[in-house]
């Protein structure tokens, strides 16, 4: 072509574009578009090989297209580029208009990228503009508008003649991009309009059987379903029920259509119902039957419009959730405790501690000064029982006959130990048959829990459990803030360190057993489950109803009493301590554990795990100072 006079180059371009434009809008589909696109660039360009590289919805191009080789195009077709290596590409080398040329002096560091390529070695270019097997030559395709959106790369490869395109060459391959690009841009349009109107014939199908559909879906449905109206005088009454609601309900067809669910609902779920949305609404509460008991159930709302503009209809499904409701409540109770003890676990425990502390105004600032208090008002812990010279102690966490060599501070121990992982085998609340008899051994009499401090009541939901947002006051919980903005939280605080000031706080007291360790070792995990069950045992029995007592992992167990002074605290620490030391039989045999107490308290600004560590380093202290270590019997 570019052998020629300009003026017949010209001319002879001009047709060559016209005849391959034209083509582009005789296809009938997109695929047919793409492929025509690169037979027209092989056809009437003057290009050996061409490849049209299209935009994916996630970005990458993909080879929708190639022409000039059987071979190359089985090797590449439906492959794919990222789009990250093509704007790489598309920078490159030479700019020649819209088109991108890389040499081959510069392309070579191309061959091992992720763009599907077909190339073919050959000897250097013997004078300056000779074609070499591993130029490329890239024109991209922009969205038609005036913007730079882009729809596809072509790129093409091995120009007759073996020269690279001149100026002419350039023109009309620019040229037949852009009217490409306009080609792809209306093959698109018109499959998206193909496909509308496929949507739209099989929606006018649909919408021709949807009132048998629905007829039978409604009235052979396995769970309830109901029909109200929507706005007037008579809203929300029952205009059609299907007969599994009627047997739910056990009520008669023609008798629920003189109700609305306002009549049916239990009085205390009249908020939830009213609260519920017409549109995509839920709701559980409970409906009456005809023998005046109540049963759970779960409402779901979806407005139907009758016909255009027509009235509207309130579409509701009923559905029994009256075993879900009570295994919901035994799952929580799983999720929340112990299942070795019966007890609140470390997870419980620290959503309890959290529900009574608050991020009052400057308690980042002053957190670390808040606890530095508590521990000087209470001889806190000053770095002399730290982690140096403290071996931790794979299992329980216990000390072994010989000292204290085997505790490990909070936080920092390698797990929580074998008890309480295997102890599917004891209940919660051992009985005579579960291999060991609960007792205090001969001439020890049984403890009276602790009366000193008068016992306070925890507020519960409809549901029997405690509410997780309770603020406590200075005796106890105060129910009506539990469900109180911040605003209306009571702060806690530490106790002052003069024990007659009156002054009183939630005390968190950490206990670790002293000598379980050698028990496990000695007399098997299942002496030990079971002097884990039999300590709980005390420990609940030693404080009042509204306290919490919690096992944190291993033999350690934290309890939580608010409403206690210095004093009452530390009578606290002793009493339980007393009602563990006695012999626990198992077995047939006597063992004793003792323990170690370190009492914390809880004060508005602290995390939860400042104060359950302030509890441990205590604990530690205390551990450490004591003279004698308790034997066990055996």
């Known amino acids: 072509m570019e052998t020629e006079s300009e003026p017949y180059v010209r001319l002879a371009t001009l047709r060559q574009l016209h005849d391959v434009v034209g083509e582009l809008n005789t296809a009938r589909s997109l695929a047919d578009t793409l492929q025509t696109v690169a037979d027209g660039i092989v056809k009437g360009l003057g290009y050996e090989l061409a490849c049209v590289n299209l935009v994916q919805p996630d970005g990458d191009l993909v080879v929708a297209a190639f022409a000039g080789n059987a071979a190359a195009e089985a090797l590449i077709t439906g492959r794919v580029g990222a789009r990250a290596s093509w704007e790489r590409r598309l920078s490159m080398g030479e700019s020649w208009g819209d088109l991108r040329y890389i040499p081959h002096t510069e392309g070579w560091i191309l061959l091992e990228d992720d763009v599907p390529q077909w190339y073919t070695e050959g000897p250097d270019p013997r004078f300056e503009d000779e074609w070499h097997p591993q130029d490329r030559l890239y024109a991209p395709m922009y969205a038609p508008g005036g913007g730079r959106e882009l729809l596809g790369v072509i790129s093409v490869d091995r120009p007759r003649g073996g020269r690279r395109p001149g100026p002419w060459g350039r023109e009309a391959l620019q040229m037949y991009a852009s009217q490409a690009a306009i080609a792809i841009s209306n093959a698109r349009l018109r499959a998206n309009m193909q496909r509308a109107l496929v949507r739209l014939e099989r929606e006018q199908q649909a919408l021709r059987a949807s009132e048998e559909s629905f007829r039978q879906a409604f009235e052979y449905a396995p769970s309830g379903m109901a029909i109200a109206e929507m706005g007037g005088d008579q809203h929300g009454r029952l205009l059609r029920t299907n007969d599994a609601l009627c047997r739910l309900l056990g009520r008669s067809a023609s008798a629920i259509r003189r109700y609305s669910f306002s009549d049916l609902v239990h009085p205390e779920d009249i908020g939830t119902l009213l609260r519920t949305s017409a549109e995509g609404g839920r709701a559980e509460l409970r409906l009456a039957r005809r023998d005046n008991s109540y049963v759970w159930v779960s409402l779901r709302n979806s407005v139907v419009a009758d016909t255009t503009d027509g009235p509207r209809f309130l579409l509701t499904h009923v559905e029994d959730i009256e075993e879900r409701k009570r295994n919901e409540l035994q799952l929580a109770h799983r999720a929340s405790h112990d299942s070795l003890t019966g007890l609140p676990n470390s997870a419980e425990l620290r959503a309890r501690l959290s529900a009574r502390l608050c991020e009052r105004p400057g308690a980042v600032a002053m957190r670390e000064s808040a606890a530095q208090a508590v521990d000087k008002a209470f001889g806190g812990y000053e770095g002399a029982y730290g982690t140096n010279g403290v071996n931790g102690v794979a299992g329980n966490g216990g000390y072994d006959e010989g000292g204290y060599g085997g505790v490990v501070p909070y936080g920092q121990g390698p797990g929580t130990g074998y008890n309480g992982t295997s102890g599917a085998a004891y209940a919660p609340v051992p009985h005579p048959g579960a291999g060991y008899e609960p007792g205090y051994g001969p001439g020890y009499e049984a403890y009276e829990p ?185």
């Open 450 to 634: 602790y009366e000193g401090y008068e016992p306070y009541e925890p507020a519960y939901d409809s549901y029997g459990d405690p509410v997780p947002e309770r603020a406590f006051q200075g005796d106890g919980y105060d129910p009506s803030s539990a469900i109180a903005p911040l605003d209306h939280h009571v702060h806690i605080v530490a106790p002052g360190a003069d024990p007659d000031d009156g002054s009183k706080g939630l005390a968190v007291l950490f206990c670790d057993l002293d000598g379980f360790k050698s028990i496990n070792d000695r007399f098997g995990h299942n002496t030990g489950d079971a002097v884990l069950i039999e300590v709980a045992r005390r420990l609940n029995t030693g404080v009042r109803d509204g306290d919490t007592v919690a096992r944190l992992g291993g033999d350690e167990f934290v309890v939580l009493a608010d409403g206690l002074g210095a004093t009452d605290a530390a009578d606290l620490a002793v009493r339980l301590r007393n009602a563990i030391i006695p012999p626990i039989r198992v077995d047939g045999r006597a063992v004793r554990v003792g323990a170690s107490f370190g009492i914390g308290w809880a004060s508005c600004g602290m995390t939860v795990e400042e104060v359950l560590k302030s509890a441990d380093q205590r604990m530690y202290i205390e551990k450490r100072s004591r003279k004698t270590v308790h034997r066990r019997a055996g």
